[in-house]
Every structure is written in structure tokens, then in C-alpha cells.
């Protein structure tokens, strides 16, 4: 599969993700919350809608399994 070549309205790619030791770009607080909806979820989905390469909505949908 080739690549399309990239737009000048495409947005950049971007290294990945800082951690605590800073290396990288730090995280915005809206991929802060993608990381924590997925972290706290045992058993669900998560569904990040994106518009113009902004996060716009988080939907977290949570499953509780029950011992018999």
C-alpha cells in the first residue's frame, strides 16, 4: 500500500508522545483524557471523534462483568 503524498493543509506528524522523563512533545490535555478514558477501563470501548486534526468528543462506554 503507498502513502498519498502529504498536503499542505495535512497536518505534521508528530514524535511520539512525552513521558514523564520530557523527551518528546508534551500531550495535550485532550489526549490526556483519550490516555485516562483507556486507563481506567477494564472491559469497554473508547471512541475519540476528531475534527480538522483537533480531539472533539470522548464517548467511553463501560462493560461490568458479574460472577455467577
Do not use: C, F, W
Request: net charge positive.
Amino acid at each position: 500500500m503507498s502513502r498519498s503524498p502529504v498536503s499542505p493543509t495535512a497536518p505534521t506528524p508528530r514524535p511520539a508522545a512525552a513521558d514523564e522523563g520530557g523527551r518528546g512533545y508534551p500531550i495535550s490535555e485532550a489526549e490526556r483524557a483519550v490516555l485516562d478514558a483507556v486507563r481506567d477501563l477494564a472491559y469497554g470501548q473508547v471512541e475519540v471523534v476528531v475534527h480538522s486534526s483537533r480531539i472533539v468528543q470522548i464517548t467511553r462506554s463501560q462493560k461490568l462483568r458479574l460472577n455467577d
